[in-house]
């Protein structure tokens, strides 16, 4: 299932990338078919009619209750960045001014922007996105991306209730610094 979602998002490559990306890209949605097909054959020789049932049924919710998420996410990223040639409420020179580029410090903000933010499932793609095309750099976005689903301000409050604020705050800054290297080591790359 997972190789399935990979050929079927994957993008088409630089004209630098070598022969063997091109042609994935030129196969992948017959080789997202064979996936899915094997998926099929697969659930239908390990599972019962129960446990099939059971499976598209949790998928079919899973999916309720993500793409709502997923498109606000979109527009919220869509009016607040804008789309490609046009501007959104916050201006492109602000987001290149804080996160453009792979510096250590838009790397470092991104990480402790993302560290802080709440992130609904799904809608830090789109929002990275909007980033992205709004100037931020690919290192800062790969540290916003690592940092911000690990941490919350709410996960941070429920974290320091549960194991202290001294063991927190080394969470908090492992999560940062890992974030930041990360970040740091992409954008060289």
């Known amino acids: 299932m997972t190789a399935g979602l990979v050929f079927a998002t994957w993008a088409k490559p630089d004209s630098e990338s070598?022969?063997?990306?091109?042609?994935?890209?030129?196969?992948?949605?017959?080789?997202?078919?064979?996936?899915?097909?094997?998926?099929?054959?697969?659930?239908?020789?390990?599972?019962?009619?129960?446990?099939r049932t059971t499976w598209l049924d949790e998928t079919w919710h899973y999916a309720k209750l993500i793409i709502p998420l997923l498109f606000i996410g979109v527009f919220a990223a869509g009016f607040l960045l804008g789309r490609p040639g046009h501007e959104g409420v916050i201006p492109s020179s602000i987001i290149e001014s804080l996160v453009g580029g792979n510096s250590?410090?838009?790397?470092?903000?991104?990480?402790?922007?993302?560290?802080?933010?709440?992130?609904?499932?799904?809608?830090?793609?789109?929002?990275?996105?909007?980033?992205?095309?709004?100037?931020?750099?690919?290192?800062?976005?790969?540290?916003?991306?690592?940092?911000?689903?690990?941490?919350s301000l709410p996960s941070m409050l429920v974290i320091r209730s549960v194991i202290g604020t001294k063991k927190t705050l080394?969470?908090?800054?492992?999560?940062?610094?890992?974030?930041?290297?990360?970040?740091?080591?992409y954008g060289k790359f």
């Not at 610094?177 to 990360?182: E, G, H, T």
């Open 170 to 185: 080394v969470y908090i800054c492992l999560v940062i610094i890992m974030s930041v290297c990360a970040g740091m080591i």
């Open 18 to 51: 070598g022969s063997l990306f091109t042609l994935i890209y030129s196969l992948k949605w017959y080789l997202a078919a064979v996936c899915l097909i094997m998926t099929v054959i697969f659930s239908f020789r390990t599972m019962d009619k129960g446990e």
């Open 104 to 151: 250590f410090s838009s790397v470092l903000t991104a990480s402790v922007i993302g560290a802080l933010m709440y992130f609904a499932t799904l809608t830090e793609i789109p929002i990275l996105q909007g980033l992205m095309g709004a100037g931020m750099g690919k290192g800062p976005a790969l540290a916003l991306l690592l940092s911000g689903p690990a941490l």
